[in-house]
Every structure is written in C-alpha cells, then in structure tokens.
C-alpha cells in the first residue's frame, strides 16, 4: 500500500467503527475502493461513500464531529444528483452520496445503485463493502470517466 494513503486510511477506520456497515449500510467506491481492490490510480485523501437518502441522515448523526455539509435532500448539478453531504475526518475528505444518480448520454439519470450489490473485501480488520471492479468500470464508463476506466481494465488484464 503507498505510504501517502494511511491517512485516508486511518479515516476509513474511523468511519468504520462509527458507522457498522451491517447496521446503516454504506458502500465504499471511487478511488479509495479502486486503490484497496489494488487498481493503480492516484491518492486523493478523500472518500467516496453510496448509500441511500434515508440512511444519510442516520450516518450524519454518527458523523457528526466531523460534519462540513449537512445533507439537504437531493439536490443536482449538470452532471451528478444525490443527497450530498461531506466531511472531514482529520483531513480527508470524505463525501458521502444517497441514492447517487449520473447523467446518460442520452439526457436521463442513472439508476440509483441497489445497496445490496456489492463485494466484501477484508482489509485492516474491516469487512468492507466496495463495488466490484466490473460494477465500477461500467459506472465509469457510462460517466465518461477514461482515467478510471483505463486503470481498470489494465488491473483485471494482470497489468496493475
């Protein structure tokens, strides 16, 4: 593991034992989930979180110590819509996004991610929850996202 990642590290646990995944689901994605599952893409310090609308709010009040932006019901820009909200877990980022939706190129919103498709990947004593590479790479595919794409697809080629 890069050494610049234990940061983000350290937040994940903390938001792991004060959100237990089995009780208020959440799913671990983007970068973060890409670098566990051993996809060589950049550190950003920041953590990407799926979950529903109605759990966001339940994961707000155990967050709440690290609270930058409550969530506000679902809100859009041109690209993206969820019920948004961040936080700051001793310096990382950490954007947690309900019932997340991307534009088409057809000009519709995506499907919200079923909260019951995903892969456990043990790491550090934590059972996390994380897309599957394959659910990852389609989601980024269809946000035009090419950097990611390509990680991707090198790492389930054997190349990453």
Known sequence: MKPEFEKTMAALEVLYRKVDPDQVPWILTGSTSLILQGVDVAVKNDIDILAN??????????????????????????????????????????????????????????????????????????KLRVLSLGEELKEYQAMGREDKVEAILKKLAGFG
């Open 53 to 126: 609308a109605d759990d966001c709010l339940r994961i707000a009040v155990f967050l709440e110590d690290y609270l930058i932006s409550p969530p506000k019901g679902i809100s859009e820009t041109g690209k993206y819509r969820s019920n948004y909200s961040t936080y700051d877990i001793n310096g990382v980022n950490l954007e947690l996004m309900g019932d997340f939706q991307y534009k088409l190129d057809n000009g519709l919103w995506s499907e919200v991610k079923s909260m019951d498709d995903y892969e456990i990947l043990e790491c550090n004593g934590m």
